[in-house]
């Protein structure tokens, strides 16, 4: 079955033709195509995605994708189409105005072509993900490996991290999987963003505040560890951020013109040493109770590994962290980890939840719902 994956509930823009054959216990998927088309630049300015500029990026971008997937010349076009079994769209969660874009211009080419449009869910394609990893997916031939085995792999715990969840999930096999775990407040990459704001760098913030931790020290500040003690799959986030907010202003570091709005960009003047030891105290505070909670869920339900998805996971110092606890306690747990591309936002991971949906006769109504969950 050839998919044609569509993308769009933040700030990327994102299209992927792919193959994809074989039962549940072991699909086999080929990438055609798969690119991604960012609006960082376009949000950096404001901190943060804004809706309505995402909106308008995505419609601009949606037909040019299209154009570089499918190719220029007419008649090759044509016969790309032809060989599209169906279209897969994003339906959530995400942003509404972001999701409509995708699944109006799904509808239609579904229509212009007379294709089957199906919906998928944005969790489930970061929860499927890990099946594009090493273990799974060969990188350089883009498609999965001839006789991999998921029995040896199953059960599984699935982290996903994202900049809107934070999430635990036990995985029996790729039909049934149950969440046991989520953040009650803020997401993880989420608190990542907000303390990168208030370090005075850019947005997203994940991969500058892991590019500054590697210089800092991750012991020189105790922040507050959310939840860590509790003996439950859930997280929080919101105390911590604020933590390093407080922490800044009881430093009397807010510059005058700013220091009533301390969320401003360059609202507190910070020399480089500490904002290296702040970052890195920062993301072993935001990591601990991921690594911990990870690794008590994989004990409670003897899991054979551990996957990682979203956008969080593509931090080298979480997997790391994760290996160390796996070996310190002796858990006979694996960790598997998508490649960066696979953990960020991208169309291969809708293209193959669709294609796992149409395996287990699982169905999104094609409407956009911005709170959907696993
Ligand atoms: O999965 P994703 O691309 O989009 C969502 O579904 O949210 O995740 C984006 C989030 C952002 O919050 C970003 O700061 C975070 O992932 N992120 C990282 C890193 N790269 C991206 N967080 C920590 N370390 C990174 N290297
Ligand atoms: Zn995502």
């Known amino acids: 079955m050839r998919i044609l994956a ?79 079994d169906l279209i897969a769209v994003t339906v959530g969660p995400g942003l509404e105005p972001a ?43 883009s498609e999965s490996l001839k006789n991999y085995s998921l029995k040896l792999w199953f059960p599984a715990i699935s982290l996903i991290v994202s900049g809107g969840h934070t999430i635990l999930v036990l995985l029996k096999n790729l039909k049934n999987y149950q969440k046991i775990g989520e953040t009650l407040d803020d997401a993880v990459g989420e608190s990542f963003d907000k303390v990168a704001r208030l370090l005075g760098l850019s947005y997203p913030g994940g991969p500058e505040i892991e ?48 220091n009533h709005n301390f969320w401003k960009p360059g609202a507190f003047k910070i020399n480089p040493s500490l904002r290296q030891d702040i970052a890195a105290s920062f ?19 003897q899991a054979k590994s551990i996957f990682l998805g979203g956008g969080v996971a593509a931090n080298k110092k979480l997997a790391q962290m994760i290996r160390k606890e796996i070996k310190d306690r002796k858990i006979k747990a694996n960790l598997v980890v998508p490649p960066l591309s696979y953990c960020l936002d991208n169309a291969v991971m809708i293209g193959v939840a669709a294609y796992l949906n149409k395996l287990s006769k699982k169905k ?3 409407k956009a719902n911005g709170n959907l969950n696993l």
């Open 364 to 366: 999104y109504p094609l």
């Open 283 to 301: 993301q072993r505070a935001a990591f601990l109770p991921l690594v911990k909670k990870s690794s008590l869920a994989a004990l409670k339900y």
């Open 99 to 141: 999701l409509w874009t995708g699944i109006s211009f799904a509808q239609q080419l579904s229509q212009e072509w007379k294709k089957p449009l199906a919906g998928a869910n944005h969790l489930e394609g970061h929860l499927f993900s890990f099946l594009l990893s090493s273990k799974f997916f060969d990188k350089k031939k």
């Open 211 to 258: 590019r500054l931790a590697k210089k800092g020290n991750a012991q020189a500040i105790a922040f507050p560890l959310p939840m860590i003690s509790q003996k439950n799959f859930n997280f929080s986030y919101s105390g911590l951020k604020t933590a390093v907010l407080y922490y800044l202003r009881d430093l009397n570091m807010s510059t005058k013109e700013n």
């Open 6 to 84: 569509i993308e769009t509930s933040c700030d990327e823009t994102a299209i992927a033709l792919l193959e994809a054959k074989g039962g549940i216990n072991r699909p086999f998927f080929r990438v055609i195509k798969s690119l991604v088309s960012s609006q960082i630049k376009i949000h950096a300015p404001f901190g943060g995605v804004v809706p309505s500029l995402a909106k308008r990026q995505h419609l601009r971008n949606l037909p040019l994708l299209l154009e570089k997937v499918l190719g220029k010349d007419p008649f090759s076009q044509k016969q790309q189409i032809e060989k599209i």
